[in-house]
């Protein structure tokens, strides 16, 4: 699921998205251990 989505963003942005995803997720993952 996620491929398709990084795939289909770099599609529609014409540039890879992958720092942006891993940011998001590592935001996430900080949250939630503060949590």
Excluded at 9 to 34: G, W
């Amino acid at each position: 699921m996620f491929g398709f989505a990084e795939e289909f963003l770099s599609i529609l942005l014409k540039q890879p998205v992958k720092l942006e995803l891993a940011f998001v997720e590592s935001e996430a993952d900080v949250a939630y251990n503060y949590i």
